[in-house]
């Protein structure tokens, strides 16, 4: 199979590694520009290693594109974690189209967060799909699904670098062999189940100690490692990742308030919510390092019936 691959990041570079690795012919590599300063990306470091052809354009949406992968002449082209808009026109030009991975059980969670929102709405079990791109945003014909448990411990990085990556690359390749043999079959995504959530950012990810504690400890495991649920302490930015929770079974049971650190367990900090108690491993100060929370902690002052800020 010759085929296209437009990606980026660990993820584009393992899908190339799973199709080279089988024997297909990797025809180009199409990856957004580095920005000046930033990392060198991983798919277009191994691309290159490999005197592969690599296509580095500002845009897919003018001529430009079209004309490199029509030159390409490939039977199929495989999105591995796509930023860039790629417009419907230039994935129809593969003999076989195109073909794109997305980290959950499409309809829902369009957007680009798709990891982040299951895990803060509480939800048990998400998973990934292989469709067809079209112009609109995750709205393309399924061509298969996998599905995915969330376990109680899960955060954003487990659920994706344990299950849902592995999973994708294997699926990817799996739908490549059914496009290519003519096997596939295509259904549409039903609208009225569709949702759509934008970007986990910041804004989103402040803790509100007056929700309960099983909505602050999802907020956190679906905010780790980006983009850190945070509060406020003494007028700074608080992060906290790697997180337990203790939920009491009567009310009488309940100590402290919301947001009051109850003291430490070795590096874990034990902090008060609604319901119970929230062990924190890891904290981090505005733009600083992580740290151990107690060590972090007690550096800036912080002992037992120190509240956070609302």
Known sequence: ?????????????????????????????FCAPE?????????????EALGLNVIQLPSLRGDAAHVAIRDLDVDLAVMAYVLQFAPQSL???????????HPSLLPKHRGPSSINWPIIKGETYTGLTIFRPTDGLDEGPIILQKVVDITPEDTVGTLYFNRLFPLGVDALVEAA????????????????????????????ARIDWNHHGDLIYNLIRGCDPSPGAWTRLEGEKLYFF??????????????????????????????????????????RIGSDPKGGAATVLRSIGVTAGTVMDS
């Open 1 to 29: 199979m010759r085929v296209a691959i437009i990606g980026q990041q660990p993820f584009g570079k393992a899908v190339l590694e799973a199709l080279l690795g089988r024997g297909d012919d990797v025809a180009g590599v």
């Open 177 to 204: 062999d059914l496009v290519f043999s003519g096997r596939h079959r295509e259904r549409s995504q039903d609208e009225n189940e569709a949702t759509y959530e934008g970007w986990c950012r910041d804004e989103s």
């Open 35 to 47: 920005g000046a300063g930033s990392r060198p990306d991983a798919l277009r470091a191994a691309a």
């Open 242 to 283: 790697d997180a337990k929770k203790t939920l009491t079974r009567r009310f009488a049971d309940v100590v402290g308030q919301p947001g009051e650190v109850l003291g430490f367990d070795e590096e874990r900090a034990l902090v008060a919510v609604r319901g119970g108690v929230l062990e924190i491993a890891r904290v």
């Open 91 to 101: 994935l129809e030009v593969p003999r076989h189209g195109t073909i794109q991975y």
